[in-house]
Every structure is written in C-alpha cells, then in structure tokens.
C-alpha cells in the first residue's frame, strides 16, 4: 500500500511540474490572456467561436460557410463547441458590454488550449506509456510515468507546433485524445485475446487482477471488456468531431500492435491445422484484399482529387514542422528556444 500511495504521489507531482512547464514555455512571453496567434487558420477558429456563441448553432454540417459563404458543407466544430462552452461556463465577457464575446473568446481559447494539453495529453501519455511498455508487477513501472510526463511537455511537435504553425486547434484536440485511445485500444485488445496481444499473460484472459487478487491488493476491480469497449467507441467519435484526419494518425501509431496481433493469432491457426487452418487463409486472403483495396482508393484521393503530386512543395515544408529535431537532445533545445514560434503573443483581437 505505501508503494502504491508513494507511486501515485510522484505520479501527481511530475504531472503539475509538467504543466507548470508547459505552460511557462507557452506563455511566458504573452502579456495578456486575450493574445492569441495572429496566423491564417487561427482567425477563422476564433470567429468560428464567436459564431457559435452569437447564433447557438454549432453543427458540423454547415460550419464551413464561415469560409465559403455560397456553400454549405462538413467543418468539424468539436474545439470550436468546447471553447464556446468554456466561454460560457466562465462567463468571459466584458462588464460594459455583457453579450459582446469578441472581446474575451481569445482567452477562453487560450485557457482550453491550455486545459486540454495539461488535462487530456498530458495524462494520456503517461497512461499510454504505461500500459503499452511496462507490466503491472514491473517495479520499473513506478519510474515510467513520471519520465512520460516529462517528455510529453518537452517534444515541439505536440504540443506546442499545433500553436504556432496555423494554429490547427482543432488538430490539437484531436491528437489530444489519441494517448488515451491507444492506452484503450490496447487493454481491450490483451483481455479480448490475451493469448495473441503482445504484453499480455498467457494464463488468463485479462492484465488486471481478478476481483479476489484486487481486493487482496487494496486495488478497485478491473473495468469489463464492454464498458471499455464504449469508452474506445466514445473517443473515436470525439476524435471525430475534433478532426476526423487525425483518425489515420491513430490508425497509424497502432497498425504495428493489430499487425502482431494478427501474424501471431495466424501462426496459431495455422499450427492447429484442418478447418482452422483454412479458415485463417480465407481472413487473411480477405484482409489483404481489403488492404488493397483501400490503399488504391487512398492513392486516387489524393494524387487524382486531390492532385497533391501537382502542388508547391512549399505546401509541405512550411512552418515549424520544417526545422523539426528528430533526436530528443534536439528537440528539447528546439524547444526551449523556439518561443517567436509560439505566436500567442501577437496581438489582441480587434
């Protein structure tokens, strides 16, 4: 019991020297809460806020007329709805003019751009990082959160270029949640199949403890299969409604677990032999045919519709993610001096 309180204890302190850190390197050059980046997306996500806020309608459906007034069309509004909320909630509007939002949405966004990191990405990671790199009785475990707390306020790309260069807030948010997504993805996964998932024991069918050992521990039950399950369902939706282009980023980052998955639970088949064994061919003929399949509507997405292979590359390489370190030395330098890119310090809004 006193490693687990003293666990927890160092787990809560790195978390607030994290964000205390993140949030000094972020805005220690701002003057006022109401800066904001003066950049070309992020003047269209503050009117979007105050859109929200002057009509009450925030659907996704037609959020894009901000931009292109003679259509209607698909604009995810899940940060533009949550910063409205944050507005509300706090009730940041002047005391002359009550109902005037332009005034003060800057700083509601400034304050869910900072609660997001410090609240969602900050403890997704760690979690994410725990549940994917160390086993419950590993004693390494206790030093793993701390280190993935430190880490996840020190790297540019996440999340402080999400600031800087556009500002994709909505990106932000949506790549917010993918930690925590993957740290779910993966406890599913070893108590659906604990035989095939990597990290998983072999002689049961969950990570957790049964219910006897956990009491035994002085440790809470372990959460059922289906109520995690909805919870994974929940955040992919949220994700959504975020940015939906950040789903390929997660399906990315957690192709390689699925992949083992999958070659191991083949091997096994194909080792049992008979009617399983023809019956893992078909899957796997099918899931290949399925792969490909997509792969060629992907390429005519985007090399057809979308005629990326025609557009500068200047497109590509602009901005902070062009001078992005890949050693981590480098990243935390590029970090600690990179304060002119973090723009939140620009100007007011007029």
């Known amino acids: 019991m006193r490693g687990t309180w003293r666990h927890n204890w160092q787990s809560g302190a790195s978390w607030l020297a994290a964000s205390a850190f993140l949030g000094v390197i972020t805005f220690c050059a701002v003057d006022s809460p109401a800066r904001f980046p003066q950049t070309y997306d992020n003047i269209f996500h503050i009117n979007g806020v105050l859109w929200i806020l002057n009509t009450g309608d925030a659907s996704p459906l037609d959020f894009r007329q901000l931009i292109e007034p003679d259509r209607a069309s698909f604009y995810p509004a899940g940060w533009h709805s949550l ?4 507005t509300q909630l706090t009730q940041l509007t002047t005391v002359a003019s009550p109902n005037d939002y332009s005034v003060l949405v800057p700083a509601a966004m400034n304050a869910t751009w900072l609660a997001v990191a410090c609240a969602m990405w900050l403890p997704g990671v760690a979690w994410m ?20 707390l430190v880490l996840g306020a020190s790297l540019p790309a996440m999340p402080y270029a999400m ?3 556009g500002s ?3 990106m932000f948010l949506a790549y917010a949640t993918i930690p925590c997504l993957i740290a779910l993805g993966v406890l599913i996964a070893r108590r659906r199949w604990p035989r095939f ?3 998983a024991h072999s002689n049961c069918a969950s990570l957790a403890a049964t219910d006897a050992e956990a009491s035994e521990n002085g440790k809470p039950p372990a959460l059922p299969q289906w109520f995690l399950a909805c919870i994974f369902m929940f955040g992919l939706w949220a994700l959504g409604c975020a940015q939906p282009r950040a789903l390929l980023s997660l399906a990315l980052v957690i192709a390689p677990f699925v992949i083992t998955i999958g070659v191991r639970a083949f091997q096994y088949f194909w080792r049992v032999g008979g009617r399983t064994r023809k019956r893992a061919v078909v899957w ?14 992907a390429w005519i997405a985007i090399y057809i519709l979308f005629d990326v292979a025609n557009r500068p590359i200047s497109d590509h390489l602009n901005g902070p993610q ?3 370190s890949t050693d981590l030395l480098g990243a935390i330098t590029q970090l600690l001096t990179q304060f002119p890119l973090l723009g939140a310090s620009s100007g007011p809004l007029p």
């Open 83 to 86: 910063a409205a909320l944050v």
């Open 129 to 148: 990082t725990e549940v994917t790199l160390a086993m419950p009785a590993d004693p390494s475990r206790r030093r793993i959160v701390p280190l993935a």
């Open 163 to 165: 600031l800087s260069y």
């Open 168 to 170: 994709l807030s909505p």
């Open 197 to 199: 998932a990597p990290g």
């Open 284 to 297: 796997v003929s099918c899931i290949a045919a399925a792969c490909v399949l997509m792969a060629a509507v």
């Open 322 to 324: 062009a001078t992005a």
